[in-house]
Structure formats: C-alpha cells, structure tokens
C-alpha cells in the first residue's frame, strides 16, 4: 500500500479563502479579458444571451459533480467517478485528458501574457515573455504549496476586485456621465450598430464555442470542494454561486463593454477592457487595466500549473500514472509533475515565435475540446451514478441533479453541438483532428499499462 500522508499535507495547507479563490481564479482568466473579443465579434451584442445559455449548461454540469461530490466526498472529483462508474478506462482518460485541457489552457494564459506586455513594449517578442512567465510561475510552484496559495489568492482577487469596479463605475458612465463630462452614454449601443442580433442566428451559435472555452475551469470548484471539511454545507454552496458569478463576471461585464463601445469596434484595436477605460478619460486607466488582465492571465495560469501537475501526482497514485510522479520535494509539492507539465507548455513559447498572431485561436480550440470531454464524462458519470442507487438511496441523496434526467439530456446535446459548430470555424478545426490523436494516444497508453505485471490496485478512497 502506498502512503498518502504527503497528499493529505499539500491540501491541508490551503485555507478555505485560498481554495475558494482558486477556483475563481481558475474560471475567471484569458477567455474574459481577451477571448471576450472573439465572441462579441461574432455575435454582436447577442452574445450575452450566448453567455447565458452557456452559463446555465454549466450550471447543470456543475450540479451534476455537486450531486457526486456531496454523497462521495473524494479529492479525485470526477476522475474518481468515471473510475467507479464508468470503468477503469473512462478514469484513466478524464485524469490525463483534465492535465491535458490544464497544460492547453496554460498555452493560452501565457499566450495573452505576451499580447498585453507589447501593450507597454512593442518590441519584445510575446515568445520571450512567454518564456520568462513560464520559468517564474513554475518557481513558485515548486515552492511550498501554502506559498503558492497566497500567490493566488492576491492574483485572483486583484483581477475580481477590478472586474466588480469595471462594472460599477460602467454604471456611472451610462447613466450619470461619470467621467465622461456629465453626459450619460444611455443604453443605445446595444441595438443602434446594425441591431441586438447584427450576425442572426448563426452568429449566437458560432459564439457558443469561445463562450464553453471562456467557462473552463469551473469544474475546479468542484475539485476543491471535495476536500472540505464539511462537504454537504460547502460544496452546494460553492456550486450555486457559480450561477452567480456567470451572471456578475460575464454577463455584466461584457453588458458594460458593449454599451459604453460599439461592438463593431470592440477588440479591433487591443483589449476592449483598455480602450473603453482610455476613451472615457481616466487617467492611467489603460494602464491599470492592462496590469489587471495580465494579472488575470498569470493568476489562471499558476492555478492551472498547480492543477496539472497535481493531477499527475494523484494519477501516479491511483496507478494510472507513472510512478515517477509520486515524487515529492523537500517543501511537499509534487516536483516531477510539475516540471513534465512546464516541458509541454514550452510548446506555447514555441507556437508564440512561429505564429504569434494565430496561436491563441489554434490553443483555445484544443483546450475546448479538452473541456467538453471532460464534461461530458461528468454528465455521463452522474447518469450511471444514478441508476447504481436503490430507490431509497436516490431519495437521501443531500444535493440532487434538478429536473434529471432531461437537464443532464440536455446539456449533453449542448456539448455535441458546441463540437459540431468547430467544424465551421476555420481556426477551429485544428482540434478536431489533435483530439482524435489524443485519444488514440491515451488507449494505446492504457493497454500499454494493463500489460504491466507490476501494476498495484490502488483504493480511490484511499488517495488524499
């Protein structure tokens, strides 16, 4: 039997405030600040009704952990799950495949990174950035781990801090001229520039695959809240406010962009967050913008590191990962797999020297893909997690699935859509064609694995 006390230390050092800003911080990066573009180009104002179809999808996938996580409270989340109810394999590829979407969206964080440096300097190449956020992040995950949380947390709430001033302040502009000489902006920019819907239905739809890739890392709430203390108060909760954060984040942020800037110009000429700070005249306002979503983009970036390499410690642990990533350093942090996922994520760096201009759109298409497998495996889970329950059980069950089974239906339906309209988006298409190998990669590897004589059963409640 493999001692777990290390694992069990890693999450004990985390307080309750650090956790909860992880996981905000982990759904709160580059797909607000700078994927937000994308998306309001392709649907007009109309998206904040993409954001909110997508919101409620994820409301549903998120309730669907939450009904696991309150009646099986285990650290592995949804990987566990698959394990347990899905099969050895389904485990096996949600584990690997949830690193993967990590390492991705990390591709993507330091990505913007470099985009919003040339905001101040032009002339250094967004690779170099990109390299030396790489190096700087993984140091401070190779530190203590209670190090690393108050890293985040201060990361995290500079960028909700500003999110919540962005819009308050938006409010004074449109209705009371703050800042804009007495003049209120009005409502007129959302339907004056060709209407509400200016690119129809088609638009809304194309929208819905940057919108899923802007929510990826909600799931980490669930993640986290697996290891509380008190599951059956404190993962409800965290799950419910998602809704909550959608609606404040999204949906009211992108709803003051668009009425203080016409949508047909948002994006064109940088981050739409600088220009519209910079057009109503507050002084340095661009600048404090900019330093907030690149420390967005760092804060989801080292909560993504941590998730990745993390993730390889716990696989190792349930032998569904090379042991070599057991290893643990001097300060308890789990050093092999965090070193294996900044060696992967060189290939941002690499991608940022040879196309700089396209990357973005090419790395967030793979990390949908990677996130909706991942979903979709958590809405299958909770499907088979159901009919293994008796009657009695279903009804003690402490946190349950509303309107199950059509919303879990439903929201699979959603989530092949959303791989569907990929094939219309040029940029888009990259994925189609990765994720296949992908899997084929992951198969192979788990044959591979089932040969091993060696191979150790390990109990998933056993592992911290």
């Known amino acids: 039997m493999i001692r777990n006390n290390h694992s069990v230390k890693l999450h004990r050092e985390l307080d309750n405030r650090h956790i909860q800003l992880i996981a905000l ?24 009704f993409s954001y909110l179809v997508g919101g409620l999808v994820i409301f549903t996938i998120m309730r669907a952990l939450g009904e696991m996580a309150v009646d099986e409270p285990v650290s592995g989340s949804f990987s566990t799950y698959a394990n347990r109810y899905l099969g050895k394999f389904a485990g096996f590829l949600t584990g690997w ?60 709430l500079i960028k909700v801090v500003a999110i919540i001033g962005m819009i308050l302040l938006g409010l004074g502009i449109i209705f009371f001229g703050i800042g804009n000489k007495g003049q209120p902006i009005g409502l ?50 965290a799950i419910n406010n998602i809704v909550w954060r959608i609606l404040i984040f999204y949906i009211g942020a992108l709803g003051i962009m668009m009425i203080l800037y016409p949508w047909n110009e948002v994006g064109t ?24 979503v690149i420390t967005a983009a760092l804060s989801a970036f080292n909560s993504g590191l941590f998730s990745s390499g ?13 042991k070599y990533f057991r290893k643990l350093n001097k300060n308890g942090s789990p050093i092999r797999g965090i070193l294996f996922s900044s060696i992967f994520l060189l290939v941002a760096v690499v991608l940022n020297y040879i196309v700089p201009d396209r990357v973005f759109m090419y790395i967030s298409s793979v990390a949908t893909v990677a996130v909706i497998t991942s979903w979709t495996i958590i ?76 191979e150790q059963s390990i109990d998933n409640k056993n592992i911290a």
């Open 25 to 48: 911080g982990g759904a709160i990066g580059v797909g607000l600040f700078y994927g937000s573009s994308a998306t309001i180009q392709m649907a007009g104002p109309a998206v904040l």
């Open 379 to 454: 809405l299958l889970t909770q499907l088979k997690f159901r009919l293994s329950k008796t009657t009695e059980e279903i009804e003690k069950l402490a946190f349950k699935m509303p309107l199950y089974p059509v919303s879990t239906y439903l929201a699979l339906a959603f989530l092949a859509l959303v791989i569907v309209l990929m094939v219309f988006i040029p940029d888009m298409r990259i994925a189609l064609v990765v994720a296949p190998i992908w899997f084929l990669i992951l198969y192979i590897g788990y044959k591979v694995k089932k040969r091993d004589p060696n």
């Open 97 to 156: 495949t949830y690193w993967f979407m990590w390492v991705i969206v990390g591709m993507a964080e330091i990505t913007v990174v470099g985009v919003y440096v040339n905001y101040w300097f032009p002339d250094i190449p967004q690779w170099l950035t990109a390299l030396v956020v790489l190096v700087f992040i993984t140091m401070i995950n190779l530190a203590n781990v209670k190090a690393f949380g108050e890293f985040e947390f201060w990361f995290a």
């Open 310 to 322: 993390r993730m390889l410690y716990n696989l190792s642990l349930q032998n569904n990962g090379p």
């Open 188 to 237: 007129d920019n959302l339907w004056t520039h060709r209407g509400f819907v200016p690119n129809g239905i088609k638009g809304i739809l194309m929208s819905l695959v940057l919108v899923m890739f802007s929510f990826g890392g909600v799931e980490l709430v669930g993640v986290t809240a697996g290891e509380a203390k008190n599951p059956k108060k404190s993962i409800p909760s």
């Open 269 to 292: 000429n940088g981050s739409p967050f600088v220009l519209i700070f910079g057009k109503v005249g507050i002084p340095y306002a661009s600048h404090i913008i900019n330093f907030v």
